[in-house]
Nanobody
């Protein structure tokens, strides 16, 4: 089990930037987990934004954020980041980080995976 705590959300104007952080703690090595960022806007389903798997040194992004968002992790600090640039109003949502040892797909983590409480991002036009 992984405990996750997000921070860094806020309100920005379109074109602005934010960096989300997610501190993780676990008895198991975090390298065993896929780590990802997901978001959910009111009235919409949760969607995968980005994920990373250290063992493969691989990152994956939703098409809607490619070229604007960057996921990274600092293993020494057990922290996952999401750098978000050129934000758009449609990026407004609650953002969650998650850890899953075997996700269904690179941007499809199980409901039973470990999830943080979320951090709100609001982008105004």
């Amino acid at each position: 089990q992984v405990q996750l705590a997000e921070s860094g959300g806020g309100s920005v104007q379109a074109g602005g930037s934010l960096r989300l952080s997610c501190v993780a703690s676990s008895r198991d090595p975090l390298n065993n987990y896929w780590m990802g960022w997901f978001r959910q806007a009111p009235g919409k389903e949760r969607e995968g934004v980005a994920s990373i798997y250290t063992r493969l040194v691989s990152t994956y992004y939703a098409d809607s954020v490619k070229g604007r968002f960057t996921i990274s992790r600092d293993n020494a600090k057990n922290t996952l980041y999401l750098q978000m640039n050129n934000l758009k109003p449609e990026d407004s949502a609650m953002y969650y980080c998650a850890a899953d040892p075997r996700p269904r797909a690179v941007l499809d983590f199980h409901e039973g995976a470990d999830w943080g409480q979320g951090t709100q991002v609001t982008v105004s036009s």
